[in-house]
């Protein structure tokens, strides 16, 4: 495949006739195995299979890569959308073993929000809280472990905005009826990773059709929610065990609601003052069945 698709495992099926003999070595186990083969350095492999670290990276190469990391990230890409439970963590537990399983997780998740820090498109970023401030309605929308971010996204908003809507992904035909009437006046936000979500695809197209603002945070250009965003949004979920991590795309949801936060200060401050008093007035309020009870003791 070439490195933005799904058929790499074909590529190199086809490319097999024309590899040197080394190579064919790689292509083979690759094709066998390429769950163990993704998370394998190039040094490694290569001496798994017989061959130089140096045929390896011209084996990447051959198949239209710049070296072996973007190779292996492809690797990483396809067997997250195409893995089994059950496979996942069969190669958490290889990929872990004996190690610090604490420190190995943590040291992870710190990754993935470095890299998802140094690659960010700051502009998109700026964009998509301007486009939130500016919105009639906000409609937020995550399905899976995505809903869980969805459903943070939208606690903090609502605190903010008195238009935000959680669409509530039980079924195809409800979530269209939730944005039936989306427009351009309004903004979406859809929140999907491996594997994506035909139900919010099909929601952000909807949405782009009837011109609202797209946001999209996923995990990759090449995500199918990419397409219909105005305001693209890449947070690093890679692989940590048979769930994907979701820090960094909270930690980006978190500088959302901050950066809103802070330009709607007065909003937000008045808001918050409602609910207080109205908390207040709810922790005074008495039930029935509690004024009876005084009733009765008097």
């Not at 795309?249 to 978190?254: A, E, G, K, Q, R």
Request: charged content about 25%.
């Amino acid at each position: 495949m070439s490195k933005n698709s799904h058929d790499l495992l074909s590529t190199v099926a086809q490319k097999m006739p024309e590899l040197s003999k080394g190579q064919k070595q790689i292509a083979t186990y690759m094709l066998e195995h390429y769950d163990k083969a993704a998370y394998m350095t190039a040094a490694k492999l290569g001496s798994l299979v017989g061959v130089s670290e140096s045929t390896v990276v011209r084996f990447a190469n051959e198949l239209g890569f710049d070296g072996y990391p973007e190779l292996q990230h492809s690797l990483q890409e396809l067997i997250r959308t195409k893995l089994t439970t059950l496979q996942r963590i069969e190669i958490t537990n290889d990929r872990i073993g004996d190690a610090d399983l604490l420190e190995k997780v943590l040291m992870s998740d710190v990754d993935k929000i470095r890299r998802t820090l140094d690659e960010i498109d700051r502009e998109s970023f700026n964009d998509a809280v301007d486009a939130l401030i500016g919105a009639k309605m906000i409609y937020i929308i995550g399905m899976r472990s995505s809903s869980s971010v969805a459903s943070f996204l939208y606690h903090y908003l609502n605190l903010i905005f008195p238009h935000v809507r959680l669409v509530r992904t039980t079924s195809g035909s409800e979530i269209f009826e939730q944005i039936l009437r989306i427009s351009s006046d309004d903004v979406i936000i859809g929140i999907s990773f491996p594997r994506y979500s035909k139900r919010i695809i099909n929601a952000l197209e909807y949405a782009k059709s009837q011109s609202a603002h797209v946001i999209a945070l996923t995990d990759s250009a090449t995500s199918p929610i990419a397409e219909p965003a105005d305001d693209l949004l890449l947070a690093k979920s890679d692989m940590a065990s048979f769930v994907d991590s979701l820090v960094a795309p909270l930690s980006i949801v978190n500088a959302l609601i901050v950066a809103i936060g802070k330009k709607k200060q007065t909003e937000f401050r008045k808001r918050s003052s409602v609910l207080k008093i109205s908390g207040t007035n709810m922790r005074c309020m008495k039930s029935p069945i509690h004024l009876h009870r005084e009733n009765n003791r008097l």
